[in-house]
């Protein structure tokens, strides 16, 4: 069956630092991956998709890969901020989840 | 939240009694799902449903049971609930007529079964 693995429980970075979250997934690739941001006690809420055709996409200060090589896509948070803390969820065509990253951004 | 609701927010039960978690949406999105949320697991998917009385299977779905009368409502049942099913609990829609859409999730039910 298709995994997916987001290889960091946590990170904490400097605000102002770019913060870059992995997620890894085994077997065939997935026709899309995409990105979830969950605050504490909440749901997860969307915040983008990247197509297997697609090497990048971006908005605002975030920047999605895809490597279909390296079955692998990477999330960027430019110029974090404080704000930025939470939970990161990768999923591969939104029914499996990777565990989750926890970003802390320390002001 | 979407126009997504859960009830009830937080339930405690004890081991062995029936318990319904109720997720209601105002989008009349076609497909709707349960997951449950652990430490070190993630989210899981537990049933989902592609209209009304058309539900099938996820990755975790021993010891639940799911039911859609009408589209808004999807109803998550534990038969005879066990301590392991103490989480989290997400419902969550999606628009697509495929089920590889962008979700919308509601806020959660606690669920603890002592």
């Known amino acids: 069956s298709q995994k997916i693995e987001q290889n960091s429980e946590a990170l904490n970075i400097q605000e102002g630092k770019t913060a870059t979250l992995t997620c890894n997934y085994t077997?065939?690739?997935?026709?899309?991956l995409q990105w979830y941001r969950q605050d504490p006690g909440r749901g997860p809420v969307f915040l983008l998709l990247i197509r297997e055709n697609e090497k990048e996409k971006r908005k605002e200060r975030l920047k999605v890969t895809f490597d279909t090589t390296l079955k692998q896509s990477l999330f960027h948070i430019t110029a974090s901020q404080p704000a930025d803390s939470a939970t990161y969820l990768c999923a591969l065509r939104a029914l499996t989840f990777g565990q989750g990253t926890i970003l802390t951004v320390h002001p | 939240d979407a126009g997504i609701t859960q009830s009830p927010r937080h339930k405690v039960t004890e081991t062995g009694t029936p318990v319904t978690l109720r997720c209601h949406q105002t989008?009349?999105?076609?497909?709707m799902y349960w997951y449950r949320q652990d430490p070190g697991h993630g989210l899981r998917l537990i049933h989902y449903?592609?209209?009304?009385?058309?539900?099938d299977k996820g990755e975790v779905s021993d010891g639940y049971s799911v039911s859609r009368s009408k589209t808004e409502d999807f109803l998550l049942t534990l038969e005879s609930a066990t301590s392991s099913q103490t989480s989290v609990y997400f419902c969550a829609i999606s628009e697509s007529t495929t089920i590889t859409d962008t979700q919308y999730f509601g806020p959660g039910t606690r669920l603890t079964v002592l």
């Open positions: 449903s592609y209209g009304v009385k058309d539900t």
């Open positions: 989008e009349n999105h076609r497909y």
């Open positions: 077997n065939y690739s997935p026709a899309y």
